[in-house]
């Protein structure tokens, strides 16, 4: 079964930093770009930040760019966000998911930027 | 950046009923499109990628349509089920975007 499973969320305070991962089982992992997508306390979806199945390109949101930095470890079958300099308008629930049509979503993790 | 518009961003809907909802690309996007379904408290689930391709184990009563700027998600007979906020989403170009939603409950 494709699966993806974050981990990492939680409180922290403006200007913290904080680094999320992303395990997935099921699939052969190197072989797909992987995206973050975070939405916040009842508004929508946003795409955050991806990266190739190489890991070779990356690419982010304006909100986040300089900020934010996407990696994976294809042996470790595992996607990170590594997230500096977090603010109050970062709190959401981070989703990881599968490919650029985002053909499967983990269950999300939650982050909670609060002084 | 290309934008996604949708329309409506609510409707109320009876059981049964056909259903339909429009998604609108600022420029292009071929038709690399996808739909997804949310429900509260829950993470987004695939139902549609490339504007028409059914997405496996989702059932054929969603259907969608368009190429270019103009797509439609059409769910055929309205279940108790599918009460929940629809999001239209490009992967032609970056940044990848997403619709703003369109919720859809009981009337």
């Known amino acids: 079964e494709v699966q993806l499973l974050e981990s990492g969320g939680g409180l922290v305070q403006p200007g913290e930093s904080l680094r999320l991962s992303c395990a997935a089982s099921g699939f052969t992992f190197s072989t797909y770009d992987m995206h973050w997508v975070r939405q916040a306390p009842g508004k929508g979806l946003e795409w955050v930040s991806g990266?190739?199945?190489?890991?070779?390109?990356?690419y982010y949101a304006d909100s986040v760019k300089g900020r934010f930095t996407v990696s994976r470890d294809n042996p470790k079958n595992t996607l990170y966000l590594q997230m500096n300099s977090l603010r109050a308008e970062d709190a959401a629930i981070y989703y990881c998911?599968?490919?650029?049509?985002?053909?499967?979503w983990g269950e999300g993790t939650t982050v909670t930027v609060s002084s | 950046d290309i934008q996604m518009t949708q329309s409506p961003s609510s409707l109320s809907a009876s059981v049964g009923d056909r259903v339909t909802i429009t998604c609108r690309a600022s420029q292009g996007i071929s038709n690399n499109l996808a739909w997804f379904q949310q429900k509260p408290g829950k993470a987004p689930k695939s139902l549609i990628y490339a504007a028409s391709s059914l997405q496996s184990g989702v059932p054929s009563k969603f259907s969608g349509s368009g190429s270019g700027t103009d797509f439609t998600l059409t769910i055929s007979s309205l279940q108790p089920e599918d009460f929940a906020t629809y999001y239209c989403?490009?992967?032609?170009?970056?940044?990848?975007?997403f619709g703003p939603g369109t919720r859809v409950d009981i009337k």
């Open positions: 998911a599968k490919r650029g049509y985002m053909d499967v």
């Open positions: 990266i190739t199945g190489s890991g070779g390109s990356t």
């Open positions: 989403q490009q992967y032609n170009s970056y940044p990848l975007t």
